[in-house]
Nanobody, 111 residues
Framework: QVQPVESGGGLVQAGGSLRLSCVVS????????VQWYRQAPGKQREWVTS???????NYAASVKGRFTISRDNAKNTAYLQMDSLKPEDTAVYYC?????WGQGTQVTVSS
């Protein structure tokens, strides 16, 4: 199995934006769903968003209208565009593909 690789995290002020990337080096990328989760300090990992092979997207209520998931099958990459960030969005963000977790990327939003 090949682990997804996330990137793009960092420190941003409240109201700012970040774009996360998830690269999955597998030929079956285009035919499967990609999901993003996050885990804040002291909290359980929670589902954030998903995109199917047919580009159907779903979002957690807490991020709907602020986050946008997309995919580029030619690059085997999924993206998470995060706008209007809030301090409560601070977490390690994980990509999940076929129940395989990436290593995560830290997002910190300062107030």
């Amino acid at each position: 199995q090949v682990q997804p690789v996330e990137s793009g995290g960092g420190l941003v002020q409240a109201g700012g934006s970040l774009r996360l990337s998830c690269v999955v080096s597998r030929s079956i990328f285009s035919t499967n769903t990609v999901q993003w989760y996050r885990q804040a300090p002291g909290k359980q990992r929670e589902w954030v968003t998903s995109i199917t092979s047919r580009y159907t997207t779903n979002y957690a209520a807490s991020v709907k209208g602020r986050f946008t998931i997309s995919r580029d099958n030619a690059k085997n990459t999924a993206y998470l565009q995060m706008d209007s960030l809030k301090p409560e969005d601070t977490a390690v963000y994980y990509c999940n593909f076929l129940n395989i977790w990436g290593q995560g990327t830290q997002v910190t939003v300062s107030s």
